[in-house]
């Protein structure tokens, strides 16, 4: 497996300095949060920014993918707004077409990207051809770049689950470059079949990984050991899979280098267990 980790969980850190503490521990990838601290999209020496980052990660041997769940990237007042399902979305089409820039500059294969919760008023059936229009001028950018697609299903947004992601990629006649980002915590905690079900299904579309631990119905990002799943059959399911397998624990910055190492330690615990068989892995060492 190629661990990796999410910036928006280092956001007290300058960008070198995170990767150089991700590398030290062991990390071979990064997802880039493309945001105020981090390859910031607004910046006027955003060029020259991504040009040294991309000079770091070769120094330290890292793989990237660019992430864009910023909080307030676009809106200071507003989390996540506009979305891809606003009533304007130019901001977060423009946004999302720099990132897609930003990641062949990287050498960054995927960019990550979702929905957006339901705009009050406009009934879903409206919001999917107006998502999946939107999407399509996306990717006429991601052939041009020659990046894929990493969309996540979120919960509480109109793309929640795989079968929403489903239908839209059908509504996208399965684009090549429309590629899911798999959760392993959001699939527990919204989905109907049961986690290692649904990671086989989401696998020949996946192209990027996030994993942190959840309970069943709520959304929150937790530590390793914290919430309920068993992450020995997850990775034993994740055989096959490529890309990037991310730990996003965008709130606990407070504590980055610390939860970054114990994150680390415990994936490496499940995949050894996974590779031979045994089942449950319980709490990692070292929790105070």
């Not at 503490?21 to 601290?37: F, I, K, P």
């Not at 500059?105 to 059936?125: F, K, M, N, Q, T």
């Amino acid at each position: 497996m190629k661990w990796a980790y999410c910036t928006n969980g280092f956001a007290g850190h300058r960008l070198p300095e995170a990767l150089a503490v991700l590398a030290d521990l062991g990390y071979t990838g990064v997802a880039v949060t493309l945001d105020h601290g981090h390859l910031d999209p607004c910046s006027p020496t955003l060029a020259g920014e991504v040009s040294r980052i991309a000079g770091l990660l070769d120094r330290l041997g890292m793989d990237v993918v660019v992430e864009t769940g910023g909080r307030y990237t676009l809106d200071p007042l507003r989390k996540h707004h506009p979305t891809l399902v606003s009533e304007d979305a130019g901001p977060r089409v423009d946004f999302l077409t720099t990132a897609m820039r930003v990641a062949a500059d990287l050498g960054a294969p995927v960019v990550h990207l979702w929905s957006g919760a339901l705009p009050g008023g406009l009934p879903e059936a409206q919001a999917y051809p107006r998502l999946a229009r939107r999407c399509a001028r996306l990717l006429d950018e991601a052939d041009r770049v020659g990046v894929t697609l990493g969309f996540e299903p979120e919960p509480g947004m109109l793309v929640a689950d795989l079968d929403g992601y489903e239908r839209l990629r059908a509504m996208l006649d399965a684009h090549p470059r429309f590629g899911l980002t798999l959760d392993v915590g959001h699939c527990h905690c919204v989905e109907r079949e049961d986690l290692v079900t649904c990671l086989r299904r989401a696998l020949p579309y996946t192209v990027h990984v996030q994993i942190e631990d959840m309970r069943r119905g709520v959304h929150e990002h937790l530590e390793f050991g914290e919430g309920e799943i068993d992450f020995v059959p997850v990775l034993a399911a994740l055989r096959g899979y490529t890309g990037l397998v991310a730990v996003e624990l965008a709130r606990h910055s407070h504590a980055a280098p610390q939860v970054a190492h114990r994150s680390i330690g415990f994936l490496r615990r499940a995949h050894e267990r996974a590779g031979a068989g045994v089942a449950g892995l319980g709490r990692p060492a070292g929790r105070g």
